[in-house]
């Protein structure tokens, strides 16, 4: 996954997250969305086949990026959950 940096600022991000969809967007977006410092998470994918835009801004306590590295992490440790619940061939 290669992810572009569009702005960056104190308390706002704006990333384009390479070959990803409304799947994965949905669910980054919504698991940011738990931070309570985040004052917006949105993503837009301008056109069907585009790479989708990440917007994050924060209430300036914490790093846009950080918040997104952190949603990350929440994610895969509740993805590493269910995989060790499922029964192996």
């Known amino acids: 996954m290669n992810i572009k940096i569009l702005e960056l600022e104190k308390n706002k991000a704006r990333l384009i997250i390479e070959g ?7 669910v980054l977006t919504e698991e940011i969305l738990k931070d309570p410092d985040v004052d917006v998470a949105r993503y837009l994918i301008k056109f069907q086949f585009s790479d989708p835009e990440l917007l994050v801004t924060t209430r300036g306590k914490r790093d846009p990026l950080a918040v997104v590295r952190d949603a990350c992490g929440r994610l895969e440790d509740s993805c590493r959950e269910l995989l060790e619940q499922i029964p192996a061939d």
């Open 20 to 26: 990803e969809g409304h799947t994965f967007m949905n």
